[in-house]
């Protein structure tokens, strides 16, 4: 059944306000309690960058699987967070900012793909398999350069380069930004609802319905490349989020990009601030890798749902 | 005196070697529903598919396609979707979404109430189902009602009955038939259901030659021999005409 009218309103509300208890238990709870000024200063910018990146991260997962009509296709398909990888490593090596080296990384893996796509994207056939393989060929290529790299890592700085491949939000800065670009995107992507919609339903539909297929798959690329970029950049390499919002919110009925543009970022906000809240608190003070207690607690999630078999 | 609707000018279409279509005149105007008749591979959905303005990869055209005087290639993408609908053989869905909301998303001039479409087809009580939990024959009907909903003068079928039992078959026909406003081309396979839909038929030789006329005209037995390579014989009985392969 299709979530609309008032259920829909209900189903909002709910991820609304499960959004903003999120965000008040993870302001509220820490290894050094209640203190205010502690609040402000530390964990405010870090559960801000939480759902800044989370935001991101599930917006470039809703723009990819409308780019390549795969409902299960994310950023980290296409070798995103493979080139954001590198970059990082790079930079580590170079003595470099490691957030642009990922920032460079996740922006030349985009344009690589995009130029082995060109050619797909200018016939309005449905280029799926091929930009999906030529993704899963990047991101393999980018893994293994990425453990070629990390073996020439100097040891004293090998935890910090692996738990920042995982994702890790302890460094995260750049909240405001990525909190801005979240709002940019949904609002981008809302511009463009209808035609995201008809794209939905095969390239060569929306060609027929009259849409611009190949301009707009170009912007859905080069959006979903840079948000991720920004994502990757900010705390590192984090999966799943990107796959499984939109997923579970399609599951949940949700089929229109008008209302999936704007429930995307707040269930992608909601799930990193959670997990980081995990990640942080569940054997304090060790800090887990926010990425791995990610899929560890999202994947068997994820699987419910796909065993529910309710599309 | 008004450009037709769909003209083709000496179309030729030759794909892997083999002609499917040679020097094709060829006029279609509104209120005419052709059906294009051929055997496997004889190519009629990539005539259609031509027709429809839209490319298949390998394939090699000559001469023009026009829709009111103008060449396909000359539309932009945005004008041909008010001009011609195209519907495939089979819909290729990968995400959810409702019925309803399909034939929303599917109308680029309002000309059809998209309800009364589906009232139509047999398939109102789908509005608020799920396409990918759709029957092939359910899908197929929706996917005639996406089409007409599109508004466009011109539909393009490719074997828009493939799918449906012998009761839809027959109110698809009927449906067609209703289509007063469009200019239809059909591609079909059951001689017999053509000769209930259709006004004129196309036929597709295996050499590329094509026939055209009235289909009471172009359905002789002795056509159709030519056309399927096997022979037929036509029974005259109590409810009209019968079609048997032999």
Same mark, same amino acid.
């Given at each position: 059944m299709p979530l609309a009218g008032s259920r829909l309103a209900w189903f909002a509300a709910g991820l609304l306000a499960t959004t903003l208890a999120v965000l008040a238990l993870s302001l509220l709870i820490g290894s050094a309690g209640l203190d205010a000024e502690l609040i402000r200063s530390l964990r405010a910018p870090r559960v801000a960058a939480a759902a800044g990146v989370g935001a991101l991260l599930a917006l470039s997962g809703l723009a990819m699987q409308a780019l390549?009509?795969?409902?299960?296709?994310?950023p980290y398909v296409l070798g995103t967070s493979g080139g954001a990888a590198v970059g990082a490593l790079l930079a580590l090596m170079l003595g470099a900012a490691m957030a642009f080296g990922a920032a460079a990384g996740a922006l030349a893996s985009g344009a690589l793909l995009l130029l082995l796509a060109r050619r797909a994207l200018a016939t309005s056939d449905d280029a799926s398999p091929r930009l999906i393989l030529a993704g899963a060929m990047l991101a393999a290529l980018f893994g293994a350069l990425a453990t070629l790299l990390l073996t020439l890592t100097p040891e004293q700085r090998l935890r910090g380069a692996i738990f920042w491949l995982v994702g890790d939000l302890s460094g995260a800065d750049h909240a405001g930004a990525t909190l801005l670009a979240a709002l940019v995107f949904t609002l981008a992507l809302l511009a463009r609802q209808r035609a995201i919609d008809r794209l939905l339903l095969g390239s060569e539909a929306a060609h027929l319905l009259g849409e611009p297929v190949r301009r707009l798959r170009l912007e859905l690329l080069v959006g979903a490349s840079l948000a991720a970029a920004l994502a990757v950049a900010s705390a @590192?390499?984090? @999966?799943f989020v990107g796959l499984v919002v939109p997923h579970a919110l399609r599951l949940a009925g949700v089929q229109r990009t008008r209302d999936l543009a704007w429930l995307t970022p707040l269930g992608g906000a909601a799930l990193l601030m959670a997990a980081d809240l995990v990640a942080r608190s569940i054997a304090s003070p060790i800090e887990l890798p926010v990425g791995a207690v990610m899929a560890l607690v999202g994947a068997p999630v994820f699987i419910v749902f796909l065993a529910r078999g309710t599309r | 005196m008004s450009a037709a609707l769909l003209e083709t000018r000496a179309l030729t279409l030759a794909a892997a070697g083999r002609t %499917? &279509?040679? $020097?094709l005149d060829w006029q279609a105007a509104i209120g005419e529903r052709w059906c294009v008749i051929g055997r496997n591979a004889a190519g009629k959905s990539t005539l259609l598919r031509a027709l429809a303005g839209i490319g298949e990869p390998g394939l090699q055209q000559g001469g023009e396609v026009h829709w009111f005087g103008r060449?396909?290639?000359?539309?932009p993408a945005a004008d041909a979707a008010s001009v011609r609908a195209f519907l495939p053989q089979q819909a290729s869905d990968r995400f959810p979404i409702a019925v309803g909301r399909l034939l929303e998303l599917s109308i680029v001039q309002p000309r059809h109430d998209p309800h009364a479409l589906l009232e139509a087809l047999d398939a109102? $009580? %789908?509005? +608020?189902?799920? &396409? %990918? +939990? %759709?029957?092939g024959g359910e899908r197929q009907r929706v996917a005639l009602a996406q089409c007409a909903a599109q508004g466009a003068p011109l539909l393009l079928l490719d074997e828009? &009955?493939?799918?449906?039992d012998p009761a839809h078959q027959l109110q698809v026909a009927q449906w067609l038939a209703t289509l007063s406003g469009h200019a239809l081309v059909i591609s079909a396979h059951d001689v017999n259901w053509i000769a209930r839909a259709a006004t004129h038929v196309l036929a597709l030789l295996p050499d590329g030659r094509c026939e055209q006329g009235p289909a009471r005209r172009m359905l002789q037995a002795e056509r159709l021999q030519r056309v399927y390579g096997c022979g037929w014989r036509v029974v005259e009985g109590d409810g009209g005409r019968f079609w048997v392969a032999q």
């Open positions: 390549l009509r795969n409902p299960l296709a994310d @590192g390499a984090i @999966g | %499917l &279509v040679r $020097a060449a396909t290639a000359q539309w109102a $009580a %789908l509005a +608020e189902r799920n &396409v %990918l +939990e %759709l029957s828009p &009955v493939a799918f449906q």
